[in-house]
Every structure is written in C-alpha cells, then in structure tokens.
C-alpha cells in the first residue's frame, strides 16, 4: 500500500483502527518529508556558509523534555466519539449474555 501498511491486517482490525493506523501513517509520511526537506535546506545553508558550525551546536535540541502524555492522549480523545459508560452499558445490555455467578450457587 502507499502508506506502508499491512492489508491483511484491514481484515483482522475494526474499521476505527483502520483509520486511526491510516492516520499515523500519513502523519509519519509527513514527518519523513519534513526531515527530507529540512535536510535538504540545512546543506543549502551550510554549503553557502563561509565557515562550518561545530556540529554539537548544530545537533543540540532546544529542549531535552519527554513527549507531553498528556497532550497526545487529549488528541486521540477528542478524536473518540464522546460517550458515558452508562450509554455505553444501555447500548450493549441486549448483546450479553447472562453468565451464572458461582458465589450465588447459580448454574
């Protein structure tokens, strides 16, 4: 596929997985593309510069913080469909199927 997925795995996912796999895939897509170009611009720079930076300053990270959690998972819940679990339970009542609870002596 164009986006580097798996398609037998359309078969053993939900449609929902489906597309949030789809969706990282294009974000990684973009991200490589990004770095491709940001390479690309940097050896322009460089390649124009009377004198070479030392590569420490060119590798230093403006930051050495860890991904903000929070912030990724404010993502992906925004992209869920807002639902309690009591709509959830009423939803899904009819499907179950009783099951005997052995603490009461029932079969």
Known sequence: MSLGLDP??????????WLIECDAAQLRQRRQEDMMLTTAWVSAGLSRAKKLPRLKTLLQRESDEKPDLRMYLDGVRASLPGITMDQWRARHASARIPQSDSRTGGS
């Open 8 to 17: 037998d795995r359309f078969w053993q996912i939900t449609p929902r997985l």
